[in-house]
């Protein structure tokens, strides 16, 4: 049950909390001709080898919790020093844009304190790179496997052509294995950052509303959140968190920026939020 008011947004435009340097239009500029070489690169791997058996064996792999136990906070500072190779926006280490998402929304909604955990750790299911997987597996854009790609994943699904469920018909159609209106919580994502630390979360100790579990789990599903694609998959509960998906998402796009927060000051009232809302040592 939700647990969580409805959208009140109290910043009209997201230029109150981006960078004045940079206009909206200039985030998520992924032009082939533009685009650094590392992101092309990233993704060219991410649509060859996201599968639906793969999926499966990530599932598997990660969903056994069995490769660290520590708090959330120390999860959060292993990525003090981690880039993401895929995102054209910034070139901070993860800890870094984490705080900077969670302090655009304790300006925004101040009232808000799940919200604000929600922008601190959504990213912290990076730490999969760390522990050595490809960051075509960690990192960047999300999208439904079982199933035809919309034409709205980044680079136009150009990449797809090598992969091999887009010759099976059945993982190819554009049902796939679901059915209609199945709901997201049955649809398999492609893996990565945000799908482990949703099922992290789901397997231990947490009180975060289903609006920020959301968050966690569909922040890099922009096909959905920004193109209105796979709306044939969504249920009822799926459209009605689908307003606080965009919310967060104004946060963690136009939030990013070279400035640094003050992390040494912010963390003593972000720790007691995250042990407020996911407490204890966490198996990972």
């Known amino acids: 049950m939700s647990t969580a008011a409805a959208v009140h947004v109290q910043l009209e435009d997201p230029s109150d909390f981006r960078p004045e340097h940079k206009d909206k239009t200039d985030f998520r500029d992924f032009r082939i001709h533009t685009v650094p070489e590392r992101v092309i690169k990233v993704y060219t791997a991410m649509h060859k080898n996201q599968t639906y058996a793969f999926v499966k064996e990530k599932m598997s792999t990660w969903c056994k919790f069995d490769h660290a136990q520590m708090t959330m906070m120390e999860a959060l500072d292993m990525l003090s020093a981690f880039i993401d190779e895929c995102d054209p926006d910034v070139d901070v280490p993860n800890a870094v844009h984490a705080y900077q998402t969670a302090e655009g929304i304790r300006k925004a909604h101040p009232d808000k304190e799940w919200l604000q955990v929600a922008g601190l750790i959504h990213d912290v299911g990076k730490i999969m790179a760390i522990w050595g ?3 075509w597996c960690v990192v960047g854009d999300t999208f439904p ?33 679901y059915t209609e209106n199945c709901g997201l919580e049955n649809v398999l994502m492609s893996w990565g950052h945000d799908e482990y630390l949703y099922r992290v979360l789901k397997a231990n100790t947490c009180h975060l509303p289903d609006e920020a579990m959301y968050a966690v789990r569909f922040h890099s599903f922009y096909p959905w959140h920004m193109s209105g694609d796979y709306m044939y998959l969504c249920n009822n509960k799926d459209l009605e968190m689908l307003p606080w998906v965009n919310e967060f998402n104004k946060f963690d796009l136009y939030t990013k920026c070279p400035d640094m927060p003050d992390i040494d000051t912010l963390r003593e009232y972000y720790s007691k939020l995250v042990d407020k809302y996911v407490p204890g040592k966490l198996k990972w």
């Open 133 to 135: 997987e490809p960051q």
């Open 145 to 177: 496997v079982g199933c035809a790609p919309s034409k709205h994943i980044v680079f136009d699904a150009q990449f797809f052509n090598d992969n091999p469920d887009t010759n099976d018909p059945k993982l190819s159609s554009k049902l796939g294995v």
